[in-house]
């Protein structure tokens, strides 16, 4: 059976796994990254990489997918920008081209997880899809009769970058004021506990250091009934459903499935938004797009990345 090495380059490690042509991980292998320098996150990419063609899985692999953050140049493999990672024009592809024989292909992390989701999980047998990754920012990606949507210069599908407060929001990375993104992710859940902790002086929710203090722990809080917690998560899940909506306004597609690390929300979170997301679907008959949760969980990130080099790209027909 066919496989390919597909590389996770996330924000705090690096994962390469050997993933067959069923989309099963056959193995994997994660390092931490503390220092996102080029230098530092290619040798740990490289090292990562070794790893997996030496551990015996690696028999019958075509090629090595790589899902980075940022806006890609699919056609060298570039990273143009990468706000994440304080990059600029850094040549990925090429870099790893001139270490490895097999060909490597760079897409953006949530195109591939989007690809693995609708090639794997939740996305198999339909034609219009959506993924919304909620994790530290919100990625996404659109499959629309079958193709995922990658637009004029590879940027289609930055739904965590929509505004959806402008006026009164968080500030994002990009710069820019209420994104999906700022508003909806794990860090704009725990800004909204900060945002609402006046309301509830006995709360002990954010009595932590910066660094310990996680989208988690306020998740669980919410999810056991703590009202500092809730107040903070039915704020985070209004914009999480306006901006649902909004991908239902553009796309109508079959599916939207929430992935990344708030997504383990589970029904939880479904069950927070399903209602608004319908009041706020006003021109798209109501409920022809069912919004679930993502079947790969922590995995999307390298089988989409394989499922990329297995068909030899982003473009390339699946
Ligand atoms: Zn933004």
Same mark, same amino acid.
């Given at each position: $059976?066919?496989?390919? =090495? ?19 991980? %056959? ?11 080029? +230098? !530092? ?6 090292? $990562?990489i ?7 899985e690696a028999?019958?692999v075509?090629g =090595?997918?790589?899902?980075s ?16 990672f ?6 990925l592809?090429g /870099?790893l ?6 060909? =490597?292909f760079v ?15 939740? @996305?198999?047998?339909?034609?219009? #899809? ?6 530290t ?12 949507? %990658? ?5 289609a ?7 959806? /407060?402008?006026?009164?929001g968080?500030?994002?990375n990009? @710069? ?7 508003q909806?992710? @794990? ?6 506990? #900060?945002?609402?902790?006046?309301? #509830?002086?006995?709360s ?6 910066p660094?310990?203090?996680?989208s988690?722990a306020?998740r669980? !809080? ?11 998560w039915?704020n #985070?899940?209004? +914009? ?8 239902i ?9 929430l ?7 589970g029904?939880?979170?479904?069950d927070?938004?399903?209602?608004r997301?319908?009041e706020?679907?006003? $021109?798209?008959?109501? /409920?022809?797009?069912r919004?679930?949760?993502?079947? %790969? ?10 499922? $990329?080099a297995?068909?030899?790209? %982003?473009?390339?027909? @699946?």
């Amino acid at each position: $059976m066919r496989k390919a =090495i597909g590389v996770d380059l996330g924000g705090s490690h690096v994962t390469a796994a050997v993933v067959s042509e069923d989309g099963k991980i %056959l193995s994997s292998h994660e390092q931490d990254l503390e220092d996102h320098a080029v +230098d !530092a996150v290619l040798q740990a990419t490289e090292a $990562m990489i070794d790893s997996a063609l030496k551990d015996g899985e690696a028999d019958g692999v075509v090629g =090595i997918g790589i899902g980075s953050p940022g806006n890609i140049d699919l056609r060298n493999g570039s990273v143009v920008y990468s706000p994440n990672f304080q990059w600029e024009n850094v040549p990925l592809g090429g /870099r790893l081209s001139e270490r490895f024989t097999q060909p =490597i292909f760079v897409g953006n992390d949530a195109r591939c997880a989007t690809l693995g989701e609708y090639t794997y999980g939740t @996305g198999r047998g339909t034609s219009n #899809f959506v993924l919304l990754t909620l994790g530290t920012g919100v990625g996404g990606g659109i499959v629309a009769d079958g193709d995922l949507i %990658l637009g004029n210069s590879d940027g289609a599908g930055e739904i965590g970058h929509h505004q959806i /407060r402008a006026r009164d929001g968080f500030v994002c990375n990009c @710069g820019k004021i209420g994104c999906f993104e700022a508003q909806a992710s @794990g860090t704009g859940l725990i800004r909204h506990a #900060f945002a609402v902790r006046n309301s #509830f002086p006995r709360s002990t929710l954010l009595d932590k250091k910066p660094e310990k203090l996680g989208s988690k722990a306020i998740r669980k !809080a919410a999810q056991a009934g703590d009202r500092h917690a809730l107040a903070a998560w039915q704020n #985070f899940a209004e +914009d999480l459903a306006i901006g649902v909506a909004n991908v239902i306004a553009f796309v109508n597609p079959q599916l939207i499935a929430l992935g990344g690390g708030v997504s383990s929300a589970g029904d939880f979170m479904i069950d927070s938004i399903r209602d608004r997301v319908d009041e706020l679907t006003t $021109m798209v008959p109501k /409920r022809t797009t069912r919004v679930v949760i993502a079947q %790969l969980g922590n995995d999307a990130g390298v089988v989409g990345a394989a499922t $990329m080099a297995l068909r030899g790209g %982003l473009k390339a027909p @699946g």
